[in-house]
């Protein structure tokens, strides 16, 4: 059973360009959620989704960024026009559901995005 | 109020000693209170986990020491190894908060051999 898998681990774009991270949950895995984290800090709430479902996006920016989860395929999560700002690693975390989050809740191994 | 300070930001202990990080927290409605390891260039992985109504809880080497009335937890390793050298971050969330984990930022130990 793989673990939860992130592309690209490594990502670089220039300034305007769009950036796209995505996340395959863990197999039997329904639930899907982003961090981002900046240098020697901890990780930041992004979104909270399920299949093809937005359930909590308070910790993601209003503009120019999004995500979704569809029905068949990765979870995505995109920022257009990335700026300087954007540079951080974005993890994303897969549960089967909320009530086990304590003990079934696995992070990826994140995507270094560096916006030049 | 959404705040978990952690404490220290480093820290260096010998091979068999006990290395102790501190959290503190304001908002009295968190009721679950995670810590996490993570080594270079991987994503954090669950360590061990409290929630408000036992003081004290250990796994193995790692013991959460937990004080409701001081809004205060604390990880202990005990008889460290250089292998627990990664960077330890405390959380804490309620359960009805779609895991919107509050993080401290994080405590870089290293464990000399």
């Known amino acids: 059973n793989a673990g939860v898998m992130q592309n690209p681990r490594h990502l670089v774009r220039r300034r305007g360009q769009e950036a796209r991270l995505r996340c395959s949950p863990m197999?039997?895995?329904?639930?899907v959620y982003w961090y981002r984290q900046l240098p020697e800090e901890g990780l930041k709430f992004m979104v909270y989704?399920?299949?093809?479902?937005?359930?909590?996006e308070s910790g993601m920016p209003k503009e120019r960024f999004s995500a979704e989860f569809p029905k068949e395929g990765p979870s995505i999560l995109r920022i257009q026009q990335v700026v300087r700002g954007d540079s951080a690693a974005y993890f994303c975390?897969?549960?089967?559901?909320?009530?086990?989050?304590?003990?079934?809740?696995?992070f990826g191994q994140g995507t270094r995005l560096t916006v030049v | 109020q959404q705040q978990v300070k952690q404490s220290p930001q480093s820290l260096i202990v010998q091979k068999g000693g006990i290395p102790i990080i501190n959290c503190a927290y304001e908002?009295?409605?968190?009721?679950?209170f995670p810590w996490y390891q993570q080594f270079p260039g991987k994503g954090p992985a669950l360590l061990i986990a409290?929630?408000?109504d036992v003081s004290e809880k250990k796994e193995g080497r790692f013991t959460i020491s937990f004080n409701k009335s001081a809004k205060q937890f604390s990880l202990h390793i005990m008889d460290s190894q250089p292998g627990d050298s990664a960077t330890y971050f405390c959380?804490?969330?309620?359960?009805?908060?779609?895991?919107?984990?509050?993080w401290g930022a994080g405590t870089k130990l290293i464990i000399k051999p």
């Open positions: 975390a897969s549960s089967p559901s909320r009530k086990d989050l304590d003990t079934e809740a696995f």
């Open positions: 197999k039997g895995h329904s639930h």
């Open positions: 989704l399920q299949k093809e479902n937005i359930i909590d």
């Open positions: 908002n009295t409605a968190f009721d679950y």
């Open positions: 409290i929630r408000p």
């Open positions: 959380a804490a969330s309620r359960m009805d908060s779609n895991y919107q984990l509050i």
